[in-house]
């Protein structure tokens, strides 16, 4: 049962260099969502997906790009890394925008520092 | 900005008092839900309650829901150390489920 599967786990970037944060789920999902996690900021919602080929933008989506073209991945780019996207990001999938009827998945985590 | 602001936002008690924690927030929504992040982890959902529900039970869990107030309080009873961990209240919107600060509780053995 590998639910929700973040990778890296780990990443150290430089200003200015990009890259991908994985998301895969296994349950056949329809929803997925990627957010970050500052200190005293709780969550807040980057972009999310309600199906295959289709996105939207959350509270704060600037500087990340997101695609769907499998139900089962979810990847969220950084364009050109920042400091201020320093911070833990985490994935999210649920079978549907149903919350009454369904659970959240969480991955465990993606730790960013940006130098 | 954030649906959901919670309070307060740290806690410290002893294992068997009862710990209660508070979320206000801003619109109207149709559930609220709870979740709860052990250091370093991932978030775990402990329970939700509709819109049209005032009080909840699960386990030594119990979440109250006011609508015209927009809060909601979650009480855990008999509160054990294993229950340190931060918790966060989280509102649908549409499309979006959106998050509160949180809530840090620490119980002492």
């Known amino acids: 049962n590998a639910g929700v599967t973040q990778t890296p786990k780990f990443q150290v970037l430089k200003t200015g260099q990009s890259m991908t944060l994985q998301c895969a789920q296994d349950m056949n999902h329809e929803y997925m969502s990627w957010y970050r996690q500052d200190p005293g900021m709780g969550l807040r919602l980057i972009h999310y997906s309600v199906g295959a080929g289709i996105t939207d933008q959350g509270e704060v989506p600037n500087g990340y790009n997101v695609s769907r073209s499998t139900t089962e991945d979810f990847p969220l780019r950084l364009l050109s890394a920042a400091p201020s996207q320093t911070s833990v990001y985490f994935c999210?999938?649920?079978?549907?925008?149903?919350?009454?009827?369904?659970?959240?998945?969480f991955g465990e985590g993606s730790w960013l520092t940006v130098v | 900005s954030q649906q959901g602001e919670e309070d307060p936002q740290a806690l410290s008690i002893q294992e068997g008092e009862n710990a209660t924690m508070n979320c206000s927030y801003k619109?109207?929504?149709?559930?609220l839900q709870w979740y709860r992040q052990n250091s370093g982890r991932g978030l775990v959902h402990l329970i939700l309650?509709?819109?049209?529900?005032r009080e909840k039970h699960s386990g030594r869990l119990r979440v109250t829901l006011d609508t015209s107030k927009k809060s909601s309080s979650l009480l855990i009873t008999a509160s054990r150390a294993a229950d340190t961990a931060s918790y966060f209240c989280a509102t649908d919107n549409t499309d979006k489920l959106i998050f509160g600060t949180g809530t840090r509780l620490q119980v002492f053995p």
């Open positions: 309650i509709r819109s049209n529900e």
């Open positions: 999210a999938s649920s079978r549907t925008t149903d919350y009454s009827g369904n659970t959240i998945y």
């Open positions: 619109t109207s929504i149709n559930n």
